[in-house]
Each structure stands twice: as structure tokens, then as C-alpha cells.
């Protein structure tokens, strides 16, 4: 090839590397920008507080509001229990307002925790400062008046005399099966017959400073026996009167006149 045809098709090569390299650089992606996480504060925890004394088992709570420096957020709240081991005893999840009020029924005689934060868009706040309260004891009153039962005491069949309190009583729940318990241990307390400590799980009321089974009585040796089929809200609480075996004497309660508050 002729000298100065060669320099040509060189620079022609030459233009064509840095022609790809002029789009090689066009093609750089751009930057993308982040918007700021929102800047949201905390609540205060107004009421309960202190460790207040509730007027029942249940708990309004109410703080004053959070604020978030970008205005298309809108914050909704997320409350939180604690019982007095500090375990969460419920979650409200996510509500409008800065005020909710606890849905499940709270055990008596407890000091409880709680605390609030608000959230949007996957963006949550700080907590507020704790808020305490006490629960009261469970109301005396089972809410109903209660028949003639003392005159159950003349029957001698325990089976029929348990039917004889339950149709003075009629229970719907575990406080009304507890006041058939109650009485049944009462008319037999001259034989030994009293309640039973229960300190958890389902059908468990507390009275007088104890932790009882609403549907079984025990005596001094540890022997229970059943009183409810059925037991608790919802159950059908029909009476019975069945062996339901042993368990540690120390849960026996001696018989409480059913009278007490």
C-alpha cells in the first residue's frame, strides 16, 4: 500500500477508537438522589401516669402528639404494654390518633408499663417516656344477683348440690363459675372442702389475695375436684361434680365466706 494511503486508513482508525470512547462516556449513569429520612419526634405519655389507679381493667392511654418535618408524611401511632416482668401484654398496632385504649382485659392488682412512638412509611420515631398505672382488684360483684343458695347445704348428694348452687347462680364466665365454687366450698367447708391456687392459664380469677381455679375445689390433702364442665366465656359452664385427681396440698386454700368483697 502506497506511504500515504497507510496514513490515512491509520487516522481513520485513530477517529474510530475515539469516536467509541466519545460514547463510551456518554453512557455513564447518573447519580441518584436520596430523599432525607424523616426527622419525627416523640410523643409524651400524658395519661395514665405515675402508676394511676385504674377504674377498671381496661386502660385509655393518650399522649400528646409526635410532629415530622416533611409535610406529606402523616403519622399514625403504635402503643405498647407491659406487664410488671416487662412483657408486652399487647401491641395496638398502628392507629390514627395518639390515644387507644387497651382491648384485652387486664390482670387485677398489677403495675403496668406503657409507652407510644409514631411512625409513617416505614419510618418510625422515637419512643416516648414510660407511663405507669395499677389495675384494681377484681370487682367483688359478679354483676347479677345471686339466688337462695344457702339452702343447697341440706343436700347430701354432692352432684345435686352442686346443680342446687349452680341454679342460684347461673354462670355465663369464669367469675360467675368462681362464685358457684365459692359456695359449693363454703357448705362443705365442715368436711375440709376449700379452693385451689391457680396462678396461670385459662378459667383463673383472683379473690381475696389468691389466684384461684373458678371451677374446682380442693381439699386439705390436695384432692380436686370439678365443678364446671366446660368452663370460662364462651363454655357452656355446666355443673358437675367429678374426681379430678391431686396436686400439691400447699394450693388448697381454706373455704372463704362467699359474702367477702
Known sequence: MPRRLMRLAASGVLAIVAGCGSNAASTTPTAITVSPSPKITAPTAQSPVSG?????????????????????FVLQYRFQVFNDTADVTEDSGLVGAPTWTTTKTLTPSRKFTW???????GFAGPWSSAGAFTTPEQPPAYGKPIGEWQSCGSIVDKSVLVVCVWNAVRPVDSVGDLEVSKRVAWLLRGE?????????????????????????????????????????????????????????PSLYVKAIDPSKP
Open 52 to 72: 394511676q389507679l385504674l377504674g377498671g381493667l381496661t386502660a385509655t392511654l393518650t399522649a400528646a402528639a409526635a410532629s415530622v418535618d416533611i409535610s406529606t
Open 115 to 121: 409507652k407510644v412512638r409514631a411512625e409513617s412509611q
Open 192 to 248: 375440709g372442702a376449700g379452693l385451689l391456687i391457680k396462678a396461670s392459664g385459662d378459667n383463673v380469677v383472683l379473690w381475696q389475695g389468691f389466684s384461684l381455679s373458678a371451677s374446682r375445689i380442693c381439699y386439705p390433702d390436695g384432692h380436686i375436684y370439678k365443678l364446671m364442665s366446660d368452663a370460662g366465656p364462651g363454655g357452656t359452664n355446666a355443673p358437675q361434680y367429678s374426681d379430678n385427681d391431686f396436686v400439691d
